[in-house]
């Protein structure tokens, strides 16, 4: 019996930094989208799941969905409380907060005391972010370096300072004292409106994070907006298609031909590649259907800047990455950069329904409810 904590199912995965902090209501994007794919798995019933959540409410709305999960409530930021769960389960797969030190400090703690109570070494798959890869472009120029996932000499090459690093060198490391192997899925722009039970009922938030910060602003402002010229690029993959990624690795660590692991453990979530302006276009083009705005899309002042994001042109930055290793195992999204520019149309109906104003929506938004998902899988 193989037991499993998944983290994330109903609070926040930010793969984006500086949206940490502003786009905390985004509660379980990538961990609801998760754990609705692994309910669609054939031997999901063999699954015995414990859902760890702040909120013992959505915690038992989970429970009434899935007969096999019962929750408990806890912070992932609890370091002796994660610890005490990660040391009772041979996997962890964590889609909670990708910049928490303390969250991966106890994961790891936990999975350290798991591979010397048992003498077999646990498997520990984290989200963290193509934010990693990000530069200073503030959307005045499109770089030409592209990340590659099965280039472990370029992956190391990244600077401590850069957004995620702190948390994706500690998991590295624990690898290479050889007891836990590790996992690292790199998502990058994600899209598209989450679909099924968990977001029909508001367990987990059905709305990604980089577009629909750029449309609240641009509703609010009545126009488009571009940080710079909107020349930078980054890649982009649609909510479901990646969630397929977590189903596929979790398979591959669990065959006989093992994937790469530890500094060759990396896997980015990404499939076609976008320009800031084409982001932009999009949302003119849907203001205007809407009646919500009107001309091309302009550069956000100063003002606007510090207003909508904070102060910060992340938005701005290059992210281009090559997913080799994860098409290696057989994951081949299909959804493309016109289907995310389609999707803004919807995005918008929604964040118009919802009815919160760019202002309020991200000067207000904290880390919301976290949530660890125990399963125990009979193998």
């Known amino acids: 019996m193989t037991k499993i904590l998944m983290t994330g199912v109903t609070g926040i995965c930010s793969p984006n930094p500086i949206l940490d902090e502003l786009l905390t209501s985004l509660s379980g994007y990538i961990g609801g989208a998760v754990l609705h794919r692994f309910s669609q798995r054939p031997d999901f019933n063999s699954f015995d799941i414990r859902v760890i959540v702040r909120s013992a409410e959505k915690g038992e709305k989970i429970k009434a969905l899935y007969s096999n999960v019962s929750p408990a409530v806890g912070s992932h930021s609890d370091i002796p409380f994660i610890s005490k769960e990660a040391s009772e389960v041979d996997v962890v ?17 936990g999975l350290k005391k798991r591979f010397q109570d048992t003498g077999k070494k646990p498997i520990f798959i984290n989200t963290s972010g193509t934010g990693v890869l990000s530069d200073d472009a503030a959307g005045m120029y ?89 020349k930078n690029i980054w890649h982009n993959i649609e909510i479901h298609e990646l969630a397929e990624l977590y189903s596929i690795l979790f398979d591959a660590v669990h065959s006989s031909n093992k994937p790469g692991q530890g500094r060759e ?52 930055s290059n992210s281009r990455c090559r ?57």
């Open 265 to 316: 453990g990396y896997y980015f979530g990404a499939n076609e590649e976008h320009t800031l302006y084409q982001v932009g276009q999009g949302i003119s083009d849907t203001l205007h259907k809407l009646d919500k705005g009107k001309g091309e899309p302009t550069t956000f002042t100063k003002e606007e800047i510090d207003r909508y994001f904070n102060g910060s042109s992340y938005l701005g």
């Open 93 to 109: 797969i964590a889609m909670a907060d990708c910049d928490d030190v303390s969250a991966v400090t106890g994961t790891l703690q």
């Open 142 to 230: 499109a770089s030409e370096t592209i990340w590659d996932d099965a280039d472990p000499e370029q992956m190391a090459s990244l600077k401590p300072s850069q957004p995620h690093r702190p948390v994706d060198s500690k998991i590295v490391a624990a690898d290479e004292e050889d007891y836990v192997n590790t996992y690292i899925i790199l998502p990058c722009t994600i899209w598209a409106i989450a679909k099924g039970p968990l977001f029909d009922q508001g367990i987990s938030n059905k709305k990604s994070e980089q577009i629909p910060a750029l449309i609240r602003a641009s509703l609010d402002r009545g126009q488009a907006g571009t940080v710079g010229l909107g």
């Open 323 to 379: 997913p080799t290793r994860s098409k290696a195992l057989g994951w081949a999204p299909k959804l493309t950069t016109n289907d995310m520019i389609a999707s803004i149309y919807p995005e918008t109906e929604l964040i118009i329904e919802l009815g919160a104003s760019a202002k309020s929506d991200i000067n207000s938004e904290g880390c919301g409810f976290q949530a660890y998902l125990l399963e125990s899988l009979r193998v």
